[in-house]
């Protein structure tokens, strides 16, 4: 299956390595058994303490270069000059003034073929539509003239229009515009105060007579209007970012701002791949929806026989009392009034009455209602847990990457001299513990509405894989470095240092890591868009041959058996080197990828 070997094969020759790391190549092919990897080269340098070289190999540059980039950041000073070559390009080619090529991309949404078109298919069209007078009135040669809001006189000098024969005084021009520009971004398309006039109101009025405060606002919704107007970029939906993101691809909408915000681009819901925009949306919704908490009710409470409002049963015993106002007193099995029980019924923790009518079928249907919402309900929590669980380790992974980067790197350099840039491993790792967090943090939604049950067995197995790797990663950075940096406790009577190449070790360890982990999280991520239709197509295929399908059941589960077992259990007599972790084929007797010798 062509999909199958694009699942497994990563994009440089550590992929090889990954396969054996994490048994994945269980039920899909024996490429790779026989332990050889490619990235022998490159750890070999890393095993060297070459860290000059070994930097290149682990620095984020290597990340980028294997990922397209689809998408272009943009500051402020980058859409201004934007909007400003487009307004002036608009300009120059309909020989109009400046803020009239303004007015006229806004109402065509910055889309100059579109506006160019309709222009010279009909200028007196399109200027009578936007408020463009082709000839503005002159200013009258009288010495005073009334105001149309105010009816004060003033000189003509204290009167302006908006190119139209309606003229206002400055001060009422100014009141007109504040209130407009205080209005939201409607000012944009401010015309005449006099109801029958269409006549815009152009940028240089508003820079005239506005306030400074109302000219910056002005400006500011100019700015947005220009990337809300385009189909391509998106403004970032993080707090106080006042970048745009500009997407230029065509598949993966996942995006990453300058102030280190990654979102969907499609949806600017937070980056969720590998789930796509409709399962979020739904996702999110449940969480948010009172429909779990009616399933609660429905499944923990019963209503009271009189009242009907819900009520939990908290102790053991059956005779329950409805609160005020109510009070009514019944039995919480059958819901008959406890008047009617006694010792005759079964005293107060049992009711004979239930259960002869429960043999007669009289609750099934609700009895079978309830379950139904308890089932539920216990599913759904079971995959929010883990998802709210996710969340809040990748947070916590957040700030100790801040305390990484101000801390800890500064603490390394002291004591092993060595340069902060060359210990930018220890960042890639933490970067790379936080993108799978969120990673297997979607997981979850993806299994919660998998309802096909061969593609969820399989599912289960490649989040679990996924985890117990993330888990090899996240310890290693959390609780290994902290052998090499100085012991917060003031009590610690350690006093040796470990040496730089014992660090060596630990550098080698981490980004053999961070590498297994990025590519096999890239697989997978890979396999859960594509819908795991691999698994579906190797049943259909396995189903024309019984005995073949015997065979190969019988050999899937005898391997995933021994797969699913903890890492820490190698029944297959696989061996796990001491210095990577990686672990090895019981035919070497050294590290395929640090070379470590197994004895």
């Known amino acids: 299956m062509d999909s199958d070997v694009e699942m497994n094969a990563a994009s440089d020759e550590e992929a090889m390595d990954d396969e054996d790391y994490y048994d994945y190549d269980y039920c899909y092919s024996d490429a790779g058994d026989d332990g050889s990897g490619g990235g022998g080269d490159s750890d070999e340098e890393l095993v060297a303490g070459d860290y ?34 487009d307004i002036s390009k608009v300009s120059s080619v309909l020989s109009i003034k400046r803020e009239e090529a303004c007015v006229l991309l806004h109402h065509y949404k910055w889309n100059i073929s579109k506006l160019s078109d309709e222009w010279f298919a009909d200028e007196e069209k399109v200027r009578h539509t936007v408020g463009l007078l082709l000839n503005g009135n002159d200013r009258p040669h009288l010495r005073k003239l009334t105001c ?45 105060p006099d109801p029958s006039c269409g006549s815009m109101v152009l940028q240089g009025m508003v820079n005239k007579l506005a306030k400074d405060e109302d000219k910056e606002k002005y400006a500011r919704f100019l700015l947005r209007a220009y990337v809300e107007g385009s189909k391509m970029t998106k403004w970032c939906p993080a707090p106080d970012c006042t970048c745009a993101v500009e997407f230029v691809g065509d598949e993966n909408y996942d995006v990453l701002c300058n102030c280190k915000f990654s979102f969907c681009w499609n949806c600017t819901e937070e980056a969720h791949r590998p789930v796509n925009c409709e399962t979020v949306s739904k996702w999110i919704l449940k969480n948010s929806a009172e429909s779990e908490n009616m399933n ?13 409002r819900p009520i939990e049963k908290n102790q053991g015993c059956m005779h329950m009392t409805c609160t005020p106002p109510c ?23 049992a009711c004979n009455r239930y259960e002869s009518a429960k043999k007669e079928g009289v609750y099934d249907e609700t009895e079978a ?91 289960e197995y490649l989040q679990g894989e996924a985890e117990s790797g993330l888990e090899r990663l996240h310890q290693c950075a959390e609780k290994d470095l902290q052998a090499f940096l100085p012991s917060s ?39 859960l868009e594509a819908g795991l239709e691999d698994v579906r197509a190797t049943g259909q295929a396995a189903g024309t041959s019984s005995t073949a399908t015997s065979s190969k059941k019988g050999g899937t589960k005898s391997k995933k058996k021994q ?37």
């Open 296 to 308: 609660w009710i429905l499944a923990n409470s019963k209503p009271c026989p009189k009242c009907k």
């Open 563 to 599: 797969h699913s077992k903890p890492s820490s259990d190698h029944t297959d007599d696989s061996w796990p080197c001491e210095r990577c972790t990686y672990l090895n084929l019981p035919s070497v007797d050294a590290c395929s990828v640090c070379e470590k010798s197994r004895y």
């Open 148 to 192: 149309g809001i105010c009816f004060e006189g003033y000189s003509s000098d204290m009167m302006s229009s908006a190119g139209c024969a309606h003229f206002y005084c400055h001060e009422c021009w100014e009141g007109y515009i504040s209130a407009a520009i205080s209005g939201g971004p409607g000012c944009l398309s401010l015309r005449c």
């Open 52 to 85: 000059d070289e070994g930097l290149e190999a682990e620095g984020s540059d290597e990340v980028v270069s294997r990922r397209e980039q689809t998408f272009a950041v943009l500051s402020e000073e980058d859409i201004s000059g934007r909007q400003e070559e």
């Open 489 to 527: 406790k003031p009590d610690s009577n350690e006093t040796t240092t470990p040496s730089v190449a014992e660090f060596g070790d630990f550098r080698v360890k981490l980004a053999g890591l961070t590498s297994v982990t990025r590519n096999y999280f890239e697989n997978l991520v890979q396999a």
């Open 327 to 349: 009070k009514f007193e019944f039995c919480w099995l059958c819901l008959g009034a406890w008047s009617d029980h006694g010792e005759r019924t079964g005293g107060f923790y």
């Open 369 to 459: 209602r309830r379950e139904r919402a308890k089932n539920s309900l216990e599913r759904y929590m079971h995959y929010y847990e883990r998802w709210a669980s996710n969340q809040t380790s990748r947070q916590k992974a957040q700030a100790d990457l801040h305390k990484a980067e101000k801390e800890q790197l500064a603490k390394l350099t002291d004591i092993f001299g060595i340069p902060e840039t060359q210990l930018k491993f220890i960042i890639e790792a933490w970067s790379q513990i936080i993108e799978c967090r969120r990673v297997l943090k979607w997981t979850y939604a993806y299994g919660y509405y998998l309802d096909d049950k061969v593609k969820s067995e399989f599912f």
